[in-house]
């Protein structure tokens, strides 16, 4: 279901209860997210992103920069939210997660947590960034990952998604820091990091959050879960999430 913003999607139906906006990770929009719909707690309104360069919007040129696609995410977002709600991104949609969060706590929004999965914090800095990657490199690095088995792209699809995934990994290196971060960069509202024990870089995930928020950082390793957690153990996630924003009120 369409919103009023191209930018949003509503994945679940509108609800009156809790809400919680998606940011999907690097080359994928809101259609990821409707594995989560069997597992969905009651009454939850779950709307994802949809940046332009993906699905329906793939003849949009994708962003490369996180400034004007965090403006307008956030403003997109401040537009629809009618009450208070939750941010969660995973891997590279945790960082712009992370910025939509800042900016709208700037402008007084109601935001209540960030849930930031498997992804490291904006002062780890890679140097490998894979932005300006051949796309051999880059698939080869898609496919460590786990995200996609040898065979599963035709030459067809990997026309529209390596530029999108190349433009979004340039987005996510935006987002990064070379310091850590200033008191005027932490948000003010709890992180909840969130990774899988088989994930390469799970300490890195589950510990490098704590310096961005003033309030409290909480941490949730789920066993047996890798990079792709999210959509590995979606029932999992969603009972993390759902506790969360209980421990919220």
Known sequence: ??????????????????????????????????????????????????????????????????????????????RYADRPFVIFGHSAGALLGREVAWRLRRRSRPVALLVAANSAAPDVVFANTLADADDATLLAAVRDWG??????????MLE???PCL?????VAQSCRRTKPPAPEDRLDIPIAALTGHDDPAAEMHSTSWSAWTSVAS??????????FLPFEQPEAVLEILAREISRLG
């Open 1 to 78: 279901m369409l919103t009023s913003d191209r930018l949003l999607r509503v994945v679940s139906g509108r609800t009156a209860g809790p809400l919680v906006f998606l940011f999907p990770p690097s080359g994928s929009g809101p259609s990821l997210f409707r594995q989560w719909l069997p597992y969905r707690p009651p009454g939850l309104e779950m709307v994802a992103v949809h940046a332009p360069g993906r699905e329906d919007r793939f003849t949009e040129p994708a962003a490369t920069d996180v400034a004007p696609l965090a403006d307008d995410i956030a403003a997109a977002i401040d």
């Open 218 to 227: 909480i941490t949730h390793v789920v066993p047996g879960g890798g990079h």
């Open 160 to 162: 529209a998604f390596l």
């Open 166 to 170: 190349r433009a979004d990994m340039a």
């Open 147 to 156: 995200a996609t088995p040898d065979g599963l792209l035709s030459d067809d």
